[in-house]
């Protein structure tokens, strides 16, 4: 199936980054495997980051087939162009046959993004892991690549106005070394295998960072135990859970 929707929509991407001169620093691309399927699972921390952590397979000539809410593919003018770039709707009613889909990329050599945390992660640490990453990975057989992204919390994430246009911001993004689902009879094990990666990459990103906040209230962005005001893990887990019962009522 020709690709009509997504080339564009990577070239405008590009366009706005070079009008903002973000400074992407992408490493470890060549991990992306040029042919078959993979699993790219990535830390959460903006609502930009599929965006950001699609890059990181450009230069393995991949496009990313990501696993996004069903809300998304509803909205006017987003919906189309997720459904035109094959994205895969998630609907947390109906999430087998979200897995199903992805398994079906997965076994027709896509690479799919998913971001294993399930939502943003307040605190800018990892949090607990959905296991559904490791898991599709484990049935397709094919490679699952840790992604940390860095910096595009700057950009818009939750409980922050969205700063869109704000220029020279430092995008990271890395992307580990490969865990082969091979050497995990046990999909628990890689899943804590993952988990462990992902924060490796996540605090290297973080320690590398080349911005410091500009002033106290700038600090929100860097996560309590480097010295932010961004909520620590379980302050972060309390909001997560009043935001769910609020939803509920």
């Known amino acids: 199936m020709p690709e009509l929707v997504y080339p564009p929509v990577i070239a405008a991407a ?16 060549h991990h992306v495997p040029r042919t078959g399927g993979a699993v790219m699972a990535s830390n959460h921390v903006s609502y930009l980051d599929f965006i950001f952590c699609g890059l990181g397979a450009l230069d393995s000539g991949r496009l990313v087939r990501f696993m996004a809410k069903e809300s998304v593919f509803r909205h006017r003018v987003s919906g189309p162009l997720m459904r035109g770039m094959r994205h895969i709707p998630v609907d947390r009613g ?6 199903a889909a992805a398994l079906t990329a997965l076994r027709a050599g896509e690479v799919v993004g998913v971001f294993p945390e399930a939502t943003i992660s307040r605190s800018f640490t990892v949090k607990e892991l959905k296991s559904g990453a490791t898991r599709m990975a484990g049935e397709a057989g094919v490679p699952l690549l840790p992604v940390a992204l860095w910096g595009t919390q ?4 939750k409980g922050r106005p969205r700063t869109l246009t704000r220029r020279h911001t430092p995008i990271t993004i890395l992307v580990g070394e490969p865990l082969d689902p091979a ?3 046990d999909p628990t094990a890689m899943n ?10 996540v605090d290297r990103a973080q320690r590398e960072y080349p911005d410091q906040p500009t002033d106290p209230e700038d600090r929100w962005w860097l996560p309590a135990h480097l010295g932010g005001t961004a909520p620590t893990p379980e ?14 009522r």
Do not use: H
Request: proline fraction near 2%.
């Open 94 to 99: 109906a999430g087998a046959e979200s897995y």
């Open 154 to 157: 700057r950009l818009w994430t």
């Open 14 to 29: 590009k366009t706005m980054f070079r009008v903002l001169d973000l400074r992407l620093n992408v490493e470890g691309s």
């Open 235 to 248: 302050q972060a887990a309390a909001l997560d859970t009043a935001e769910r019962q609020t939803r509920t």
């Open 192 to 201: 804590a295998d993952l988990k462990i990666r992902l924060a490796e990459l």
């Open 183 to 185: 050497g995990y009879p």
